[in-house]
């Protein structure tokens, strides 16, 4: 772990990352929930830390792709947080989305999941986020609305940390950072858009919810090569 703020806590799944964010006052906010396993992580981390489910006082979406949401209707009666996202994505976390062409794929993998995991109950959306909305979370948290992945997809980004929890914009692996498989993008045309959106942003540290290790500067630095690369390989495409 480097290279992020104190009170920044990873929890690791089977297939993503979420996380759970304290301040100083040992208030809590959970972002994304996980799919399988996280639960009993996520007692355990804040047990560590003194911390019971009355000092979780959101639950905050990137999205409602099942292996983020998985858990939310777990997490919000343990906690009796509310739930803040974009509220397209109420009909991911229900698993009712109409998913088209390819992107079919993605709600087949999905039911797959959620019939093996018994995860992705309902649960509705308590507080709709809208780009630019500031939480009073963790010293502050804007909302950055980054749509391609998911029409509602959103990042959160700390001012105090100069960070962006960046979502699935991109995936982080030290052989392969990259944008999400096409199956998984409802609305790829938006992709573009959003990558340009947190690059203006311009983070010191990012943090996304597929990675390997914990280090918002790394992730920074793989986004911007990440980019680079795109851009490469589109002029090689169309070349100008
Ligand atoms: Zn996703
Ligand atoms: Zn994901």
């Not at 964010?21 to 929930?33: C, K, N, S």
């Not at 909302?143 to 105090?160: A, E, I, K």
């Not at 609305?187 to 983070?203: D, T």
């Not at 500067?217 to 690369?229: G, I, N, P």
Request: charged share 20%.
């Amino acid at each position: 772990m480097k290279n992020v703020p104190p009170g920044l806590q990873t929890i690791r799944g089977v297939m993503g990352v979420c996380h759970l964010l304290v301040d100083g006052e040992g208030d809590a906010v959970l972002l994304d929930t996980g799919l399988v396993g996280e639960p009993a992580q996520i007692r355990w981390r804040l047990r560590q830390r003194g911390l019971g489910p009355e000092n979780v006082k959101a639950i905050l979406l990137t999205h409602g792709h099942v292996d983020h949401a998985g858990n939310v209707a777990w997490a919000k009666a343990w906690t009796g947080a509310p739930v803040y996202a974009h509220p397209a994505e109420q009909a991911h976390v229900d698993g009712t989305y109409p998913y088209t062409g390819i992107n079919r794929w993605c709600g087949r993998l999905e039911r797959v999941a959620r019939a093996a995991f018994r995860v992705g109950q309902p649960a509705p959306i308590d507080v709709a986020l809208a780009d630019g909305d500031e939480l009073p979370f963790w010293g502050g948290l804007r909302v950055v609305h980054l749509p391609g992945h998911t029409v509602g997809h959103c990042g959160f980004y700390s001012v105090r940390h100069d960070l962006l929890f960046s979502g699935d914009l991109f995936a982080s692996y030290f052989f392969n950072t990259h944008i999400p498989p096409a199956i998984l993008n409802s609305r790829p045309e938006l992709i573009p858009a959003s990558l340009e959106k947190a690059r203006q942003l311009n983070p010191r540290l990012m943090v996304p919810q597929h990675y390997d290790v914990l280090d918002g500067l790394l992730h920074r630095r793989r986004f911007d090569r990440m980019l680079a690369r795109m851009a490469r390989r589109r002029q090689k495409v169309w070349p100008v």
